[in-house]
T-cell receptor, first 112, second 116 residues
Framework: GQQVMQIPQYQHVQEGEDFTTYCNSS?????IQWYKQRPGGHPVFLIQ?????EVKKQKRLTFQFGEAKKNSSLHITATQTTDVGTYFC????????????FGQGTILTVHP | DAGVIQSPRHEVTEMGQEVTLRCKPI?????LFWYRQTMMRGLELLIY????????DSGMPEDRFSAKMPNASFSTLKIQPSEPRDSAVYFC??????????????FGPGTRLTVL
């Protein structure tokens, strides 16, 4: 599948600040998934977005899928030290079932 | 439920040696994936299986790498001979149509491979 581009590559914030990472594709995506990987850990599924303009929330995390289904974002309100890790947006569509194409991820550091 | 199980968790070997990484997917999952993660290249899909059959091995870097899935509960990734540039974390993941979210993958804890 088409790889998605993610920005920023790194983000350092103070605890309590907000954080946003953006994901962009040159082609329309059928669906996008977000994963989180803690330092030294493995990727863990967070959410899947399928519909144009879709917005989903998980506590302090807000996920959006663009109207044109070419971009997505993850916003964290009032970051905590437990939010530290790498956030990946993943192109979960394509012709091969189950084949995920990971972006390069955004590494989030939260300073207490 | 037990998640995806990988062994060993850490492997240190010398260049030229054979390395075998092992994976047990979640019971009932019929898709199994092998990934490699490095700082330089990020998370790369190496190969994946469906019902024990390799479907796409286009990510396998070269002939030194081979993967097998002799049954639904076991897969191996073998590197022979190993080279220092193979040093990475290797993840195994599994999924099935029956998961609540289509295409969600469940990752194992990974094997950290160091080739000296």
């Amino acid at each position: 599948g088409q790889q998605v581009m993610q920005i920023p590559q790194y983000q350092h914030v103070q605890e309590g600040e907000d954080f946003t990472t953006y994901c962009n594709s040159s082609t329309t995506l059928s669906n996008i998934q977000w994963y989180k990987q803690r330092p030294g850990g493995h990727p863990v599924f967070l959410i899947q977005l399928v519909k144009s303009g879709e917005v989903k929330k998980q506590k302090r995390l807000t996920f959006q899928f663009g109207e044109a289904k070419k971009n997505s974002s993850l916003h964290i309100t009032a970051t905590q030290t437990t939010d530290v890790g790498t956030y990946f947006c993943v192109n979960a569509g394509g012709t091969s079932y189950g084949k995920l194409t990971f972006g390069q991820g955004t590494i989030l550091t939260v300073h207490p | 439920d037990a998640g995806v199980i990988q062994s060993p968790r850490h492997e240190v070997t010398e260049m030229g040696q054979e390395v075998t990484l092992r994976c047990k997917p979640i019971s009932g999952h019929d898709y199994l994936f092998w990934y490699r993660q490095t700082m330089m290249r990020g998370l790369e899909l190496l190969i994946y299986f469906n019902n024990n059959v390799p479907i796409d091995d286009s990510g396998m870097p070269e002939d030194r790498f081979s993967a097998k899935m002799p049954n639904a509960s076991f897969s191996t990734l073998k590197i022979q001979p190993s080279e220092p540039r193979d040093s990475a974390v290797y993840f195994c993941a599994s999924t099935t149509w029956g998961t609540s979210v289509k295409d969600t993958q469940y990752f194992g804890p990974g094997t950290r491979l160091t080739v000296l």
